[in-house]
């Protein structure tokens, strides 16, 4: 900040100026160690949540795709997800935790309405050829009626990169 910015006309510049720095620096993936120095980089769509809608009853299948930066050749990247489950007028169904546990989780309410999520974040084979693609699908399975479903994604990896998420 220099003389001139504190002149009261130019103030508001140099907050609006100020608040886009903070703003992109928010936008970029942060770099984090553990102790093992290894340098991991956290990537996120940038919305709230990458979908916060309902399903009907039937099965729907979630892609999440990374694609690093080209900073690594072969990046090693680990999913994780943040979800709420619930029927329409339930708000008690919740996920809390990131996690990418590799079993299911189940949850019922009182009129026997059940949803099921398989398979969390299980890898897809299918894009072996192109090492900087990582694909993950989970299945949703909804026995009830209609269930609100709303969810976030995380990849934690050796290098940055963008995120797709798909719901079909």
Do not use: H
């Not at 029927?87 to 026997?112: C, H, K, R, T, V």
């Not at 949803?115 to 969390?120: A, D, G, I, Q």
């Amino acid at each position: 900040m220099t003389r001139l910015d504190r002149l009261s006309e130019n103030t508001l510049y140099e907050e609006l100026r100020q608040l886009q720095i903070d703003f992109r620096e928010l936008k970029y993936t942060q770099p984090t160690s553990g102790k093992s120095g290894v340098r991991t980089y956290e990537s996120e769509t940038g919305r709230v949540w990458d979908y916060d809608g309902t399903i009907p009853n039937g099965s729907r299948e979630i892609t999440v795709t990374f694609t690093g930066n080209g900073s690594q050749t072969q990046p090693i990247v680990n999913g994780y997800m943040f979800m709420y489950v619930g029927m329409i007028n339930q708000e008690a169904w919740s996920f809390p935790q990131y996690s990418s546990i590799q079993g299911g989780l189940y949850y019922e309410d009182s009129d026997g309405a059940a949803v099921t999520v398989r398979k969390l974040m299980e890898i897809d084979e299918s894009l072996a050829g192109d090492p900087l693609k990582t694909r993950w699908k989970t299945l949703i399975l909804n026995t009830g009626n209609i269930c609100r479903l709303r969810f976030k994604v995380r990849v934690r990896g050796t290098c940055a990169g963008y995120i797709e998420v798909s719901v079909k």
